[in-house]
């Protein structure tokens, strides 16, 4: 195979070094659906481009104040601007929760069983557990003037709650935070300060595409956004690193059998609106997909890169086992419910996901950097998928996929 001479390593710090966080919405956002596009018609790719719109918010402060001392918080995502003191009001479980009178003026702190994982958003149809529609849904009833929800884990710092509909300032504490702020006194008052704007804006899903002689297509799909604070190197500018390099590769030939389309999703990390968008114009092409392939955090150096196969024939799933076999060190998992492949593979499309079990809690971190993220481990994939790729050519839907 003719390696490329690090192609890859250069998106992946063209995304996330130079450009880094580009959460939906965002200017970098706007870098880095510009890059793709630029790298894609470079490489003389035909470039669809379905833009759509989502809210393009900033946060330029946040902190809490208790008794005057300033304590650090996080501002949950697109949480609207807050200055607000009152005290606080505790709570624990959903039924303590629901048996709080009105709580205008105060301040609810969430912590234990009310803040021991993320919030699904309201507006996320495909997963979205009763118990965090119920607990949002008491929010807005009681209407507290802010929430301060403690992280129930003392390493990560991310907020509990990314949603663009619920609209109760909001930020997220540290358990040391919530723990001086549930030993406060009663009489203590507790400041909550969020500086945020929020305006209309954009973001757009790049669908490149090379022709085939033949009726056939491979998909092959990552996504560019990244939530809030963080570089997003491993999620995903890893992802999209290898599929830029894959088309660049896949480019150099014109006599392909099957034709390519290439998808860089954006907004995979709030609500997957950008598999909506393009499920809208191009479900009924569907069909004509031997397989979608998914990268999605992919790389690590100190991780294992890891691949398996959904909604595939059984002929194909012994043919991808034995060709992974040449890769030693790449491990097949078992099938994963999430990001971009859940597109396809609920629509029946065989899938094949590559991700990366690497370090714990990397995901969606201000540590998620480029530092993490080996050329050798990229190349793995790379190379990987490339010979799937090759090995298909002249292969039917019906023997990839499985029979109904
Ligand atoms: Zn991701």
Redesign the pocket.
Known sequence: MQMLQGTYMDHLHTLSTEIGCRPVGSEANHEASHYIEEVLRNAEINVDIQEFEVPNWRLNEAFIEVDGYRLEALANGFSESVEVSGSIVSFCTIEELSASQNLQGKIALLYGELSKENYVPKGFTIYNPEHHQRVIQLLEEKNPSAILFVRMEKEINQPLINDWDFFIPSLTVSPEVGLTIKNSPSTSSVKCVIKSRRKEGKTKNIIGKINGYGTEKIILTA?YDTVFNTDGAF??AS?VAVVLSLAEELSKRSDWHTSFEFIFFSS??FLGLGDEIYLKAYRNDLPQALVAMNF??IGQSLGTNNVTLMSGSNEFESYVKAIKGKFPAVQWTAPWYE?NHYTFFSNGVPSIPFSNCGVLNL?HTVDDTIKWISKDKLTEVFSLANEIIKSLQGKTREWTSKPQ
Do not use: T
């Open positions: 996504h999620d995903n992802g995979e990390e999605d955090g990001s995901l």
